[in-house]
């Protein structure tokens, strides 16, 4: 059983940066592509950015983040991260990662099959 275990939100004011953590167990952790996706109140899950195994393979942003997030990992660690600078209102919303089964990054939620429960992070202008 793979599990997904999000940590580092919270409550931010604009401008203000934030590093999101993800710790997956039960299974190989470098071999799944993996995301993050986020839910703001009443809108449907969006995604945010995606890698495979490492940088060099590529990584994909949605256009709303692009130059403000990065996606990275740890293969050691087993633990992917996001780190968010100049954050806005907008980005306010509970943020999930995922993990693949298969070989390619994914930006719809129908391209991952395991999730981690959310952290929450608020941004207040």
């Known amino acids: 059983q793979v599990q997904l275990v999000e940590s580092g939100g919270g409550l931010v004011q604009a401008g203000d940066s934030l590093r999101l953590s993800c710790v997956v167990s039960?299974?190989?952790?470098?071999?799944?592509?993996m995301a993050w996706f986020r839910q703001a109140p009443e809108k449907e899950r969006e995604f945010v950015a995606a890698?495979?195994?490492?940088?060099?393979?590529?990584?994909s942003y949605a256009s709303s983040v692009k130059g403000r997030f990065t996606v990275s990992r740890d293969n050691d660690k087993n633990t992917l991260y996001l780190s968010m600078n100049n954050l806005n209102p907008e980005d306010t919303a509970v943020y999930y990662c995922a993990a693949s089964r298969g070989l390619s990054v994914a930006t719809v939620t129908s391209g991952y099959a395991y999730w981690g429960q959310g952290t929450q992070v608020t941004v207040s202008s």
């Open positions: 890698m495979r195994w490492n940088v060099a393979q590529g990584t």
């Open positions: 039960g299974r190989t952790f470098g071999s799944m592509p």
